[in-house]
T-cell receptor
């Protein structure tokens, strides 16, 4: 069965510093991978997604993620964080099997930004 | 602007009561989803629908029911059989296809027990 693990529950970085949020997945075939961001009390917004092709994926808000099959990872990165990036981030892995399309979410990583 | 509207934002349920959460979208998406979010648990899929008048159970469907009579609407009923309904409920929509995933989320409904 597919699964996704986000090892870090909380991450704190200083404003202007670089960021990397970790995501590891378990899936029998090439997965569909996603990163979402959630601000407090709000829904989720899709940051980026990987389906195939170039393993370095660019997303919105200056985020990128790299798919590494050998490590079963899809880590999210940003070279310089802003205070507005403080939020919760969810990695997700997709299962596409005809009508049984659905994705599984990780438990999230909450990002805190120090001024 | 297109989007997903969930209402109400806050909802309170009495013991033994059924409550219905509304979800409406004007994105012309065929697929709609309901997720439950608990602190530290991520999102768990309750029900999803890829076409009008059809829906499938997700991972935690017990105690919930849905209908999909119109493309735009996918209401979720939390029944009295759901013994622990306090959570944040998120509705989402997406395009059905080989790359299907929820593309847009509503702002959620927070359900609490009185």
């Amino acid at each position: 069965a597919q699964s996704v693990t986000q090892p870090d529950i909380h991450i704190t970085v200083s404003e202007g510093a670089s960021l990397e949020l970790r995501c590891n997945y378990s899936y029998g075939a090439t997965p569909y991978l996603f990163w979402y961001v959630q601000s407090p009390g709000q829904g989720l917004q899709l940051l980026l997604k990987y389906f195939s092709g170039d393993t370095l994926v660019q997303g919105i808000k200056g985020f990128e993620a790299e798919f590494k099959r050998s490590q079963s990872s899809f880590n999210l990165r940003k070279p310089s964080v802003h205070w507005s990036d403080a939020a919760e981030y969810f990695c997700a892995v997709g299962s596409v099997r005809g009508r049984d399309d659905k994705i599984i979410f990780g438990k999230g990583t909450r990002l805190h930004i120090l001024p | 602007d297109g989007g997903i509207t969930q209402s109400p934002k806050y909802l309170f349920r009495k013991e033994g009561q059924n409550v219905t959460l509304s979800c409406e979208q004007n994105l012309n998406h065929d697929a709609m989803y309901w997720y439950r979010q608990d602190p530290g648990q991520g999102l768990r899929l309750i029900y999803y629908s890829q076409i009008v008048n059809d829906f499938q159970k997700g991972d935690i469907a017990e105690g919930y029911s849905v209908s999909r009579e119109k493309k735009e609407s996918f209401p979720l009923t939390v029944t009295s059989a759901q013994k622990n309904p306090t959570a944040f409920y998120l509705c989402a929509s997406g395009v059905v296809g080989s790359n299907n995933q929820p593309q847009h989320f509503g702002d959620g409904t927070r359900l609490s027990i009185l």
